[in-house]
Each structure stands twice: as structure tokens, then as C-alpha cells.
């Protein structure tokens, strides 16, 4: 059930990024410190879209500051941080994917 529910988090955090109301208002956010704003840019260099180039230096570069700031929100037992890292972990973003 938790795997259940996970999937379903990540999912609907996944359509998140389509509704933000353009790129800039996202690197805005991702600039100001916005974790998830962060982790969406990085999300989409990695992969590109119709608004964002690959960008695989880029991805990392936004990766990098979610792992910095959801590593120290997670050992301070921030769920939600957790959640990042895990997916982080289980997709190889920004790090060596680790199941």
C-alpha cells in the first residue's frame, strides 16, 4: 500500500511542472529556493520538453541543490525530503541510481 501511495505522490507531482504557468515562473521559484520547483527543473533538463532543452550539466546543476537541501531536511526527519531523495536515488537523478 505505501508503494501504492508513493507512485501516486510522484505522479501527481510529476504533472506539477505543466502547471506552472511558464518556465520563468519555475526557474523564479527554483532561484528563490523552492525544493520542488528545483527538483522539477532538474526533472525536465534531464529529459527536455517543449519548453526546456536537454540538458544534462543543467539537470545536475538543479539536482545538486535538492540533494544538498533534502539530505539535510531528511536526517532532521522531513517526509517529504525523504520522498526526494528516494526517487533521486531510484531513478539516477543527479545521483548514481541506487535501488
Given amino acids: 500500500m505505501q508503494k501504492f501511495i508513493a507512485v501516486l505522490v510522484f505522479i501527481f507531482l ?5 502547471y ?5 515562473e519555475l526557474t523564479q521559484k527554483a532561484q528563490n529556493g523552492d ?7 532538474g526533472r525536465l533538463y534531464n529529459t527536455g520538453s517543449i519548453d526546456v532543452p536537454k540538458n ?10 535538492v540533494l544538498e537541501v533534502s539530505t539535510a531536511e531528511a536526517q532532521k526527519g522531513d ?5 526526494r531523495l ?8 543527479g545521483v548514481e541510481q541506487d535501488n
Avoid: H, P, T
Avoid at 506552472?20 to 520563468?24: E, G, P, S, Y
Avoid at 517526509?79 to 520522498?83: R, Y
Fill in 20 to 24: 506552472a504557468q511558464n518556465i520563468d
Fill in 14 to 18: 510529476s504533472f506539477s511542472v505543466a
Fill in 56 to 65: 544534462r550539466a543543467e539537470a545536475d546543476k538543479w539536482f545538486a541543490r
Fill in 86 to 93: 528516494g526517487m533521486m536515488y531510484a531513478y539516477g537523478l
Fill in 35 to 41: 525544493v520542488w520547483a528545483q527538483y522539477d527543473l
Fill in 79 to 83: 517526509v517529504e525530503a525523504c520522498f
